[in-house]
């Protein structure tokens, strides 16, 4: 039997009694960091489930394909956690965590520069051949060796700011959090990052057919 009080109300404000309200993610990550400054059982748990993924995606576009990320993953957590104290702004644990895996990858990215004055590959051994696929996937995977070869011939700052803008799509005000810098300043520097990687990709006999220009 339908609730009387229910039924005499407008459709609207049925739905906003028994729709949950939204929950601010700002909030929640203001209540994680609380948790795990409290020493709450499973707190730290609760922010890795959230945020592991968002951190190991923006490792493996950095690195590039094929790299194991789980270590540098590892590391980034070490720091958040060893961090965490010094959060002026709990709300922006999300912007803190990316800050942090960009400096885990940069670290990465110029330690990988040395070792190829030295070594075959990244890691000293022979890469193993390419798998089999079809005409489409092989053009793909030309693609996207071609574009880390490009981004290995920008420097790390510029690496991680085209990265992070135009291919996890940070918005510029989370962009600006994350490098510790003001609006303008990270418009400029995500323009100036698209400009050189586009000028070099057009050189590519591979990527210019992708050179469309980037917002």
């Not at 404000?13 to 993610?25: F, L, T």
């Not at 104290?85 to 110029?110: C, D, Y």
């Not at 085209?162 to 303008?184: I, N, P």
């Not at 300043?185 to 000028?199: Q, W």
Request: aromatic residues 4%.
């Amino acid at each position: 039997m339908a609730n009387p009080r229910l039924a005499d109300r407008p459709r609207s404000a049925i739905v906003r009694v028994v729709s949950p309200v939204p929950i601010d993610p700002r909030e929640h990550d203001a209540a994680l960091v609380a948790a795990v400054r409290a020493g709450a059982n499973g707190a730290a748990a609760r922010i890795w489930d959230c945020y592991a993924s968002v951190s190991r995606g923006i490792l493996r576009r950095m690195l590039g394909p094929g790299v194991d990320v789980e270590d540098a993953l590892q590391e980034v957590f070490l720091r958040l956690f060893r961090d965490l104290k010094s959060l002026r702004e709990p709300t922006a644990l999300r912007s803190f965590l990316i800050g942090i895996t960009v400096h885990v990858a940069t670290s990465e990215l110029r330690r990988r520069r040395a070792r190829r004055w030295l070594l075959l590959s990244d890691d000293g051994t022979v890469p193993d051949p390419e798998p089999v696929m079809d005409a489409h996937h092989l053009e793909e995977r030309r693609a996207l060796t071609a574009l880390y070869k490009v981004l290995d011939r920008v420097d790390s700052k510029r690496r991680v700011v085209f990265v992070l803008r135009y291919v996890d799509g940070l918005e510029l005000s989370e962009l600006a959090t994350v490098l510790g810098c003001s609006l303008a300043t990270a418009k400029r520097r995500a323009a100036d990052a698209a400009n050189r990687i586009s000028l070099l990709a057009a050189r590519d006999p591979v990527l210019s057919a992708y050179v469309g220009g980037t917002a």
